[in-house]
Every structure is written in structure tokens, then in C-alpha cells.
């Protein structure tokens, strides 16, 4: 079945330590892709997206993700992190055949900072 | 500014009994609204979308129904809750077009069927 896979379900880093969550998505075509953020106690939202163009595209608080269409990856990376940085990072793919509405998360991957 | 509420905030409920969840938008018109639930592991799975009142896609089978009343009314119901009902449900929101592909949540319903 068409989907989006994050492998890594629950990292843990130090402050400073650089940060890659590995995102793959199986859908042919063109997509559109996000990750998400669920910091505690917060509402799910944008970290950064990717509809065409440059394909490493930086978001908010210092995160990148480059889009490898050969690979069907969006990595998501950050070279320094910090303990704010603590939540859950969803990756997400909206597949060209479903329409715009259509968005397909992954299973997130919870990311603990330690000071 | 858009905003979008979502309550109750927590629920618990018996197994059997029905359920009313209410998602509201303000500050657009006319904007898609969607349903989804998120289980421990299992990331967000949409359960229903909506262009437009009346409008009502189901994307899985389910015990769950959904209903837009009102342009930027979304409510989630079920008639017998199921223990695998369990789980946290996010109501989120877009705008038409092209644009549908940004999707806005909000803060979520927390519901445990006992």
C-alpha cells in the first residue's frame, strides 16, 4: 500500500547534537510534502514544505529538509538542537492522484533533547 | 486571523454510548475541514473532509460519522462507542484550491472509551 514511513519512532539527543529524522514516502509523481511539529501541550503545526523548486527548503527554528526524488525521501535535519526542540515530527505527503484535501501522515518520531 | 476550537478538550466515555465532537473555525469562509484520529504508533489517519455543507468524504470504515451543518461546523459522532474508538482526535482546516494542501489543526480531543 501507498505510503509514508518514518523509521526512527523515538530519538534521543543531547543539546547540540545534530538531527536528521528520515522520512520515505512510496507515492509515483508529483507530491507535495510538510513536516509537522507537536510540541507538549501544543497544537500540530507547519515546519516546513516543499512544492517544487530548490528541492532543500529550510522552515522555522533552523530546519531543513531536502527533498531526493530518486531516493522518495524528505529528510528532515537541524545541525544543533536544542531542548525546545523536544516534540513530535510528522512527516507528510499530499500524493498527486488524491487531490489537494488528501494529506498522508507518517507515524511520527518523538525527539527528546537533553540539556 | 483564523482561528479553530475543537471541544470537549477530554472525554471518557462507556463503551455503547454516543459521541459529539464539535470543531469550529473562524476568521475564513467556505474552508475544506477535515477529521483525523491519532493513535499511539500509528501517526494521523484521516478519517473524514469536507469541501463544503453537506459535503461529507469517509476515507476508512468505521464506526464514526461525520456531519457540516454549518459552513465552519464539523462535528464527529458515533451512535456506539467502541473501545478501539479510544484515541486522539484532531479537527484541522484548509482553504480551497491549491491551498487545501496547507492544513491547520487544532488542539485536539483526548477521548477514552472505557
Known amino acids: 500500500a501507498q505510503s509514508v514511513s518514518q523509521h526512527n519512532h523515538h530519538v534521543i539527543l543531547s543539546e547540540a547534537a545534530s538531527l536528521e529524522l528520515g522520512c520515505n514516502y512510496s507515492y509515483g509523481g508529483t507530491v507535495n510534502l510538510f513536516w509537522y511539529v507537536q510540541y507538549p501541550g501544543q497544537h500540530l503545526q507547519l515546519l516546513l514544505k516543499y512544492f517544487s523548486g530548490d528541492p532543500l527548503v529550510k522552515g522555522i527554528k533552523g530546519f531543513e529538509a531536502e527533498f531526493i526524488k530518486s531516493k522518495f525521501s524528505f529528510n528532515l535535519r537541524k545541525p544543533s538542537v536544542q531542548w525546545s526542540d523536544t516534540a513530535e515530527y510528522f512527516c507528510a505527503v499530499n500524493p498527486p492522484s488524491g487531490g489537494y484535501q488528501k494529506v498522508t501522515f507518517g507515524t511520527g518520531t518523538k525527539l527528546q533533547v537533553i540539556p | 486571523s483564523q482561528t479553530i476550537h475543537q471541544w470537549p478538550a477530554t472525554l471518557v466515555q462507556p463503551v455503547g454510548s454516543p459521541l459529539s465532537l464539535e470543531c469550529t473555525v473562524e476568521?475564513?469562509?467556505?474552508?475544506?475541514l477535515y477529521w483525523y484520529r491519532q493513535a499511539a504508533g500509528r501517526g494521523l489517519q484521516l478519517l473524514f473532509y469536507s469541501v463544503g455543507i453537506g459535503q461529507i468524504s469517509s476515507e476508512v470504515p468505521q464506526n464514526l460519522s461525520a456531519s457540516r451543518p454549518q459552513d465552519r461546523q464539523f462535528i464527529l459522532s458515533s451512535k456506539k462507542l467502541l473501545l478501539s474508538d479510544s484515541g486522539f482526535y484532531l479537527c484541522?482546516?484548509?482553504?480551497?484550491?491549491?491551498?487545501?494542501?496547507?492544513?491547520?489543526f487544532g488542539p485536539g480531543t483526548r477521548l477514552t472509551v472505557t
Open positions: 484541522a482546516w484548509s482553504s480551497g484550491g491549491t491551498s487545501g494542501r496547507l492544513q491547520y
Open positions: 476568521g475564513t469562509s467556505n474552508p475544506n
